[in-house]
């Protein structure tokens, strides 16, 4: 089954820039097992692509709790450069929590053939889940990645992950580790 890893929001400003969040430490900890898979899957062909929060000045979603950050055209909304990103992958830009959400993802992947999401990054229970679940509205499989994603807290990752583990879509939702990937876990 071709498969395609979307590593979301691992972005300079969250993960090296001068103001630390509360994701931060649980970011720059997945980022070995990111790198790892991404290689893995670039070694077979299968593409990878970086999904990363780039908002606007004043934007909407700044009228919360979040301060101004990643805004696009600046460096903050870049990949990280603790993630080894490679000539073929694919930066994608978003405004919001899903990479589907008013991008060209959809038709990208369609593309590309590719027929299942891999998803890690930050937050576990938002854009990381959001994208997953896009992803099954579109009718792809989806896996979220249990060593490559996180949340600020081991609990808040640990309740999506028991959450989604066993639940009524399987197999078309599954919760993996990369280590289960690369063992053959998708066929």
Partial sequence: MRAALIVVDMVRDTLEGERTYPITRPARAIVPAINDLAEWLRARGMPVVFACDSFLPGDFIFNSRLKEHSLRGTDGCR???LLEVADQDTVLYKRRFSAFFKTDLDQTLRTWGVE????????SHFCVLHTVLDGLCHDFRAVLLE????????EIHRAVLSHYRDNPL?????VMTCEQIKEGGLE
């Fill in 116 to 123: 299942c999401l891999l998803v890690g990054g930050i937050s």
């Fill in 147 to 154: 060593d490559a994603s996180a949340a600020p807290s081991q």
């Fill in 170 to 174: 399987y197999p078309l939702l599954r």
């Fill in 79 to 81: 990949p990280s450069r």
